[in-house]
């Protein structure tokens, strides 16, 4: 089978427009203040009402950027329902690499490869297990509607953008079973409550969650203090990596929306208010002057150790047989997907967390020392690959939606 990954990505949304890694630009200080450099901020002396208006600080979650999670329901019962429910899947970066045709009774879907995400995702990895949570919420959907999906994986061979055919027939609606939680589900990046475990029973029913149909989906969980270091700490490094690779800090930085009208025009990315800062340090993060690139650069790593990495009640690992096949990686996706909404159900809050693979890739793509694909290799069992990685626990705080492109964006005509 042609891999979707063979070649690297030529696009990756609002590339920089040279070379190099841009100056600490506004867009850069937020992106990283959002993962936890708030601490480091300095107030400024400049109209901070007037930018805190232009930003956006009032006004979270509004506006037509939000409208997805509003209108899902408007088409319910139908291919186009099913649809609106797929945008609203986790997905990497929120760059919805996703486009959908739609018919009668079938919806084909296929990568949007101009929506790649560079250096982050070299071999699409990210790409196919974020396909794959939508083609999820899309089924989940269906069956709630009285539209049954017999679900194609990758149907032809010679055109590996086209990840997955769903047919579908009219039956009987399905008990709700996870749909309700389809808008309910946002990733958590806040601080979780120290010392508050997730039950084991819980975590056994997440991992069940990947088996049964999925099958060669497992999840391998860390939820003790020794292995919730070990991956934790691999995880720093991780992240230090990512942020001293120019071509993969730049990336990051290309999927940050920084203020208010940037949300409502571009409707995809990550946002300040998703960051998990509180209120007041997100309403400070949107108007406050740029930091020194060092600062900020060691402020984001501190925080992510600190409020993200500290706070895991238990770290899981989305293995499969082999990560490089992109219907395992689709198949990992729907468990993943599954997974979270199971969470969101039970009060459980989920951040997804890949510093670990997007190093590991990346060292496959420049052909360096595999200091991370080995680490990797010793968290799993033998004869499983990594495919994604993520934390739980408990969330002080509701996490926030972030913005989606209109169906008529992802569905063409
Ligand atoms: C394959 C995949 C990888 C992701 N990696 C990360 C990550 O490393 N860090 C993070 O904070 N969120 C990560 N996310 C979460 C996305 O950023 C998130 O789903 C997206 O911004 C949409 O937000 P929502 O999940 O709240 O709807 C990932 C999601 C997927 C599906």
Redesign the pocket.
Known sequence: MTPIAERPPENTGTPATDGSRPPVTRRALLRRAGLGAAAVLVVGTGAIGYRAYDNGVFSAGTGMAYDPWRSWQDHRGTPLGMVAAAI???????AQAWIFRVSDLRIDLYADRSRGTGALDPFR??ML??LG?AIENCVIAGEEGGLQSTVTLRPDDARPLHVARLDLRRAAAATPGLYAQIPE???S?DAFEVGRAVPAGALRSMAALGEGDLDEVRVVWFADDAGRRRVGDLMAAATEAVVADRDQARENDVWFRQDWDEVQRLRD??TID?SGLSDLVAALAKVLPAQSDASLDAAWVTGMRERQIGTAAAFGIVTVPDAGDDIQRLRG?RA??RI?LWATREGIAL?????LT?RADRERELGIAPRFTDALRTLVPAGREAL?AFRVGYAKDA????P?RALESVVPA
Do not use: K, T
């Open positions: 609203l899947a986790a997905n990497a970066h929120n990895r990210e297990v974020s949570c589900r946002h990733s990046r990315g990550l998703a996706g993943l997907q979270h951040q997804h967390m890949n510093q997007e994604v996490p926030v939606a972030s989606r």
